[in-house]
């Protein structure tokens, strides 16, 4: 059955336009199949990957000492600091302060730049032998009720060598004929944990 006239026009296509027709599918098809065969056959490059370091504590920073200061990197010396019993110290000094009366006196400790400037203080740039640089000693020395504690080749009077009382026995940083005593370490505004080098005579 013939189409009605008005369907006759627009169905019908020329062999021309029939030919053009397929030669542009041919050739989209044939640009589709470059891409996708370029991607499927390309070769994985490295893979980037960054480290952060060991988990971090409370100040972005981690140690194998045991807990973990407030401040970030090691100290000047490139050792932590203990500081009281429960932090360590890096880029600042440890901060201690001597609260209360002679019978019930206790300690606070921060880690913090500059250090309070406040009587029965103690600003600990080390805190032994072990915090100082190969060939120097942790010296202490009071001032107008402030402790102030460094690095030196030795300590001249009136300051006093700083020891480690849990450790000095076995490296005997005192040297011969002294002992790490903390009988009198509360005038230096430290509590027992720290000690001096004191003469056995």
């Known amino acids: 059955m013939a189409l ?26 044939a640009a589709c199949g470059s891409f996708g065969g370029a991607d499927n056959n390309r070769t994985p490059g490295p893979v980037s990957t960054s480290s952060t370091g060991p988990p971090a504590g409370a100040d972005g920073s981690a140690d194998a000492m045991g807990p973990v200061g407030q401040d970030g990197a090691p100290d000047a010396a490139g050792v932590p600091l203990r500081c009281g019993a429960t932090l360590v110290c890096r880029t600042t000094p440890c901060c201690v302060e001597q609260v209360g009366s002679s019978s019930a ?42 402790t102030t504690a460094k690095c030196q080749p030795s300590c001249a009077s009136p300051a006093t060598q700083l020891c480690d009382p849990r450790t000095a026995a076995t490296t005997r940083e005192c040297g011969a004929g002294k002992t790490c005593s903390t009988s009198n370490i509360a005038e230096l505004f430290l509590d027992a944990s720290y000690g001096e080098c004191k003469s056995t005579e």
Request: with cysteine; net charge neutral.
């Open 105 to 146: 006196t206790s300690w606070t400790y921060q880690c913090i730049a500059p250090c309070p400037a406040k009587e029965e203080t103690a600003t600990l740039e080390c805190t032994d032998g072990s915090s100082c640089p190969s060939g120097q000693v942790c010296c202490a020395s009071v001032i107008s009720e402030r």
């Open 4 to 29: 009605p006239r008005r369907y006759n026009k627009e169905l019908l296509v020329s062999p021309a336009r029939l030919l053009s027709a397929f030669a542009l599918a041919a050739g989209l098809a």
